[in-house]
């Protein structure tokens, strides 16, 4: 079974930046997705970015140009550069690897934006 372990969350001012990362506990060669989701209290879990193997990314609109999701193979490790975050950036951060029809979960990160 492979776990995802997140890193990097914290609090920070509206406009300020933060950088998480989320490392897989073994490295997995076929094809697999990477990503990273969040949920806010009282909402949904909704997607934030994913990247495949091959370095393809998919971001939500409420994002695009502000972060940046990347990916090191080598390593099994997802990075996701948050640049002016907002406050309604404010949630839990979570970690996801799906390969086939699996999908893993990490532990979650907490991420606040002060206003």
């Known amino acids: 079974q492979v776990h995802l372990v997140e890193s990097g969350g914290g609090l920070v001012q509206a406009g300020g930046s933060l950088r998480l990362s989320c490392a897989a506990s073994r490295i997995i060669f076929s094809s697999n997705t990477m990503g990273w989701y969040r949920q806010a209290p009282g909402k949904q879990r909704e997607l934030v970015a994913t990247i495949t193997r091959g370095i393809n990314t998919n971001y939500a609109d409420s994002v695009k140009g502000r972060f940046t999701i990347s990916r090191n193979n080598a390593e099994n490790t997802v990075y996701l550069q948050m640049n002016s975050l907002k406050p309604e950036d404010t949630a839990v951060y979570y970690c996801?690897?799906?390969?086939?029809?699996?999908?893993?979960w990490g532990q979650g990160t907490q991420v606040t934006v002060s206003s």
């Open positions: 996801n690897l799906l390969v086939g029809l699996q999908s893993i």
